[in-house]
């Protein structure tokens, strides 16, 4: 049975018993990291796996990283350019080249110390997993200043109520103080409903797209709003081998380093695969099927970001780097088919 304090997504019915209750309504103590997620908005998860473990994952996304051909070597700075390496997004979202669905991606989503945290806030391990991307941005220090501003964000449209989407990140490399990592505004997700109420959202919308409808963006004035009651903005520091969870009502952004570490990360979220309807299950596969990279949502919002195109004599064509399957495919465990939507519970 699900928590009392976890809403279920609407218009699907959740699978537990009778109407869960808001997360505004109850207060129970867990003893846990759930207190933390509940109060703040977001928790740090220790040790999920050995820091070891986190090592030789993050040593395979740079074999990755280093697949191209473009010339970057891990083991020479030197090399460390942005014009040796493929397209990405926002410095190190891998968006394409099937890159959610390499082996080791589907390993570390596939980690029972990774999905224990998520089955504990949604009362089952029946899950369903995200076929979200993985970040390896290489330090700024080294490769120069990266074209892009903090982005104050929430992955959950205004108009979809209550806890529906826990947000994650395995981290692969440290998380410090001057490391690149999450920022999130501490406190702000249990104010989501009233921020709308306040601020509902008039006038053109040009982010809102099908593919982006759990989206908004926030603006400085909206920050001053949170920060008038009592919010803050943190800096989510962990370890490799840690994983850092947050409410998708949370307002957040990824925050650039100033030290030299190359940050590796899996994205990774899981909701209960019951929430699921038949046509999402049945796009879910012919997403796995493809090795399409998706949303942050598991259960809804299947979307692809399609294939990474590039600009010739003006028209756009598919970048020859592209790929229509994994480096190394991952291996098509019970566990993991069940994980991608493929195969019932």
Known sequence: MAPSRVDSPEPIPSPAPGKLQSIQTQQ????????????????????????????????????????????????????????????????????????????????????????APFAKLWGTDELVVSFDTVNITLPQSIVGTYDSQPWPHCDQAPERKGLVCVQGIVNLSSAGPDDGGLIVMKGSAPLFDQFFEENPVTGPTPWRTAKHKDFHPFSDKDLDWYRERGCELIKVCAEPGDLI????RQMHWAQFGTSDVVRTIVYATYTPAAWMSEEDREKKKELFEGYETTTHWPHTNLYTHGKAMVKVDGEEVVDPLERDEPLTKPVRSERLLQLAGVKPY
């Not at 090592?55 to 030197?78: C, I, P, V």
């Open 28 to 115: 129970p103590h867990y003893g846990d990291f759930r207190d933390d997620f509940f109060r703040d908005g977001y928790a740090v998860i220790k040790g999920v796996m050995s820091k070891e473990r986190a090592s030789e994952y993050q040593s395979e996304a740079l074999t990755w990283l280093e697949s191209f051909g473009l010339g970057f070597d891990r083991n020479d700075k030197s090399t460390w350019k942005k014009e040796n390496l493929p397209q990405s997004w926002k410095g190190g979202m891998y968006l394409h080249f099937s890159a959610a669905h390499e082996k080791y991606v589907w390993d570390v989503r596939c980690e029972p110390g990774v999905i």
């Open 245 to 248: 969870l947050w409410d998708s």
